[in-house]
């Protein structure tokens, strides 16, 4: 026999049920790949749609997540001593460029190169070594060991001064102009105010401004953004030299930024109930990532 038990509930016995913080995200409109970087993954997406397997001389972009993507699809990172031992294949040289000795030993072993330098670089590039050709002093603001610096320096054989802080140059007093470069994604802003301080040391400067458009045009859509919002979230690989530049302008107008290269960074302190959030990053990171993170936020 069956007894039917009615239960009647009360409020105060209803289990409380874990609310989330219905946060609002916002994904900065000009986020995601730098055109350079856009070419080179499209030639390698392309390359790899025929065939199974391609090299590439260095990480094609500074994003663990996009790296580890192509390489799902056959892309092997390999180093310059790799370099030297790989014969008769199909090599990729990424954006940043590379010194003319990687294509020697390229060309020496039979391989094939598919040089996706960014045009912006190759320009960059290309005055440099015209420069050197008609003024003694020519000096390029960035950051040695990133590897736009280092082709530039290879193309170059070392007689390009790469320098990060003017403090650090030892130049003589004389007539002849100074030839001011910039890594391309230093802010023209900031080569403005190397230009100012070599100036007041006594110098005559022409600055050449080869900072990347995209850097540019990124800095305005940032700050829109990060003015608009309670937090920031920045996503950036730890090597993007592009990502801690963006960063810090980000932190600049809202002190409520946060830089994460992945989403179990994230911490629910960051935020109140109903925040808005802004989600942007690095040149380098892809545009799928970015909507993966502002997922992530939502369901938190």
């Known amino acids: 026999m069956c007894v039917l038990i009615q239960c009647k509930m009360k409020a105060t016995d209803v289990i409380d049920k874990p609310q989330g913080l219905n946060l609002k995200t916002i994904l900065d409109p000009n986020a995601g790949f730098c055109d350079g970087a856009s070419r080179a993954i499209s030639l390698v997406e392309a390359y790899l749609k025929e065939h199974d397997h391609l090299y590439c001389l260095g990480e094609i ?5 996009e790296v580890n993507r192509l390489k799902s699809m056959g892309l092997e990172v390999i180093t310059p001593d790799d370099l030297c031992r790989i014969h008769n294949s199909v090599i990729l040289f990424r954006a940043h460029g590379e010194p003319t000795s990687s294509f ?18 190759r320009s960059l590039q290309n005055q440099i070594k015209a420069s050197l050709e008609k003024y003694p002093t020519v000096l390029l603001y960035g950051k040695s060991g990133h590897p736009e610096v280092e082709a530039i320096k290879g193309i170059t054989k070392n007689k390009v001064a790469v320098f990060d802080q003017v403090d650090s140059l030892d130049l003589e007093r004389n007539d002849s102009e100074i030839q001011l470069f910039s890594q391309t994604t230093r802010l023209s802003s900031a080569l403005s105010k190397v ?3 070599l100036r007041q040391k006594g110098h005559t400067v022409k600055v050449n401004h080869t900072t990347c458009r995209k ?12 003015l608009d919002v309670d937090v920031c979230i920045f996503v950036a690989d730890v090597n993007s030299s592009n990502g801690k530049t963006l960063f810090e302008l980000c932190r600049n107008v809202n002190p409520h930024t946060f830089i ?5 960074e994230i911490k629910k302190e ?8 802004g989600i942007t990053g690095a040149n380098s990171t892809p545009l799928w990532f970015l909507k993966e993170v502002a997922a992530y936020l939502q369901s938190i």
Do not use: L
């Open 61 to 65: 972009v500074h994003n663990e997540h």
């Open 195 to 197: 230009a100012e301080k």
């Open 215 to 226: 850097v540019e045009d990124r800095i305005n859509s940032i700050k829109r953004m990060a």
């Open 260 to 264: 994460i290269s992945d989403q179990s």
């Open 270 to 277: 960051w935020f109140k109930e109903y925040d808005t959030v």
């Open 104 to 121: 020697e030993v390229a060309y020496r072993n039979n391989n094939i190169v598919i040089d996706a330098t960014c045009p912006i670089v």
